[in-house]
């Protein structure tokens, strides 16, 4: 799922502006993917209605949720500490229902009602317009839950609520589910098939933001290049579409430039990208509108073609290189991400090297590296043993972490000198004086505030950088403003 796991926001709790409501508070507490973020937002617009404010406060809430992630194994036992910590509270406020929200709803759902009994509410990710039905379910006394995915649920008509907002930057999602089955991975099961959500509402959506004021949105989905609106439904159905569904059906690349045209200072950003599905005229409409921003999320997981085939990516090492090809011709400014895993079953030294080299190759400017954890239910897990030591994991992971610094840093090092565009979003982290926005290609550049606010879209003379920051001074306002 996801961009990514920024693990600095994992555990954040939400909070939207405070409202007059029935009296009860609702914390929620987000775990994972954006995807995840962006679906609490959701989940709060839906309980705003029956009258529910956001507190940070757990001893406070009368509702606390969790959102949760199962990607890896550690994402889980994070939760479930998280858990035991509200049973520990739920001592001293009986009052207090606790509900598991998210991934690890449908494989966990039993053993947290029936076996361990620390639950009172499991709601899957398709299921969340029914929680004002289960609450009251939970309310009379009774366990509620209800993880049913479902075949075209997108939220399309939910407009969420922002929550934690800067005001800035804003999540629309753009598909929900995920198809690919990559072997290793357990979103199709967690969070079903892949549907793509109306462009209207989409556009409703984003319109909305430019109006309050956001400066940059970003589209998500598990992976958004696949996206496909054809009147509703699932992508895996699309073959039985009729002419004029067929004819009239939005791709990705036609999503974007609907948005990219509709809001030209408004910055468009997008993730996940799945190489398999990102087409030459993504690239061509990236490469035409400037406020498209010149950043892909594209991960690959593995360097090595035989891995690759294990993982059911449908994909070789070669082209995925002419894709990279294809990107720098059209956008040789343009930035690149990726995920990798190391210990992925079967994986030899020789596989680990190929891995190295293709990141030689890309020269990445950031990556989200993960050792590979066995997922219950999938296809690796059904087929095959996970049979590289956790010693040798760990190893291989830090070989490419620190590769991949060194790339992060090369990438960094190009900037000196040079004056680019920032969005400030916030202060920044090591000095109030100083503020903290991102560059198109998604870097972060720190530099003295002076007249400047958050929102301001600014050119920034870069002086200096690390791996991750890119450090400079403000010499005026973009014509972006
Ligand atoms: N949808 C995206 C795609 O197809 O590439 C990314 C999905 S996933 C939520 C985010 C990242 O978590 C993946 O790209 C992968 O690197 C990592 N991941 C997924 N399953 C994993 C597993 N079983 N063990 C370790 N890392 C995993």
Not at 287 to 306: E, F, T
Request: aromatic share 8%; hydrophobic share 35%.
């Amino acid at each position: 799922m996801e961009k990514i796991i920024d693990e600095k926001q994992q555990g954040n709790t939400l909070v939207m502006e405070p409202k007059t409501g029935n009296g009860k508070k609702l914390m929620i507490e987000s775990y994972g993917c954006q995807m995840n973020f962006s679906d609490s937002e959701i989940v709060a617009s839906i309980l705003a209605k029956e009258g529910f404010d956001t507190t940070q406060s757990l001893e406070e809430a009368d509702l606390v949720l969790i959102n949760t992630c199962s990607i890896r194994d550690k994402a889980e036992q994070t939760v479930r500490k998280r858990l035991e910590k509200y049973n520990a509270v739920k001592k001293i406020n009986p009052g207090m229902k606790v509900g598991v929200l998210g991934c690890m709803a449908e494989r966990l759902k039993a053993q947290f009602l029936e076996e361990e009994k620390i639950v009172d509410l499991v709601v899957g990710p398709d299921a969340y317009k029914d929680l004002p039905n289960l609450i009251n379910e939970v309310e009379e006394g009774r366990n509620a839950v209800n993880v049913i995915l479902s075949k075209d649920e997108t939220y399309g008509d939910i407009s969420p609520v922002r929550l934690q907002s800067n005001g800035v930057s804003a999540f629309v999602s753009i598909t929900r589910g995920c198809d690919n089955m990559c072997t290793f991975c357990v979103v199709p099961f967690t969070r079903g098939r892949e549907r793509s959500r109306d462009p209207q509402s989409i556009m409703e959506e984003v319109n909305e933001l430019a109006q309050k004021g956001f400066k940059e949105i970003t589209l998500l989905g598990q992976n958004v290049d696949s996206y496909l609106w054809y009147g509703g439904g699932l992508k895996k159905d699309f073959k039985n579409a009729s002419e004029m569904q067929k004819a009239t059906a939005t791709n990705f690349a036609a999503l974007l430039r609907m948005v990219a045209e509709a809001h030209p200072k408004m910055r468009v950003r997008f993730s996940t990208s799945n190489p398999q599905d990102m087409t030459l005229d993504v690239i061509e409409a990236m490469a035409k509108y400037p406020n498209i921003c010149k950043y892909i999320h594209l991960p690959v997981q593995s360097g090595s073609d035989r891995i690759l085939k294990a993982m059911n990516r449908l994909h070789t090492r070669e082209e995925y290189f002419e894709l990279i090809d294809n990107i720098r011709k059209l956008m040789p400014d343009c930035a690149i991400s990726q995920d990798m895993i190391t210990g992925f079953p079967t994986e030899t030294e020789e596989d680990h090297q190929d891995t190295l080299s293709l990141m030689e190759y890309v020269k990445y400017d950031f990556g989200f590296m993960f050792a590979y954890s066995e997922r219950p239910g999938t296809m690796a897990a059904r087929k095959l043993e996970d049979d590289v030591p956790e010693e040798v994991k760990k190893r291989r992971l830090t070989e490419i972490v620190n590769l991949q610094q060194q790339h992060s840093h090369f990438r960094t090092r190009q900037f000196v000198g040079k004056t680019v565009e920032v969005l400030i979003e916030k202060e920044s982290k090591k000095s109030d004086a100083h503020w903290s926005g991102r560059t198109t290609q998604n870097t972060v550049a720190v530099f003295p505030k002076e007249q400047y606010k958050i929102g301001d879209f600014v050119n920034v003379k870069i002086n200096d950088c690390t791996s991750a920051t890119l450090i400079g001074e403000a010499v005026g306002y973009s014509e972006n403003n």
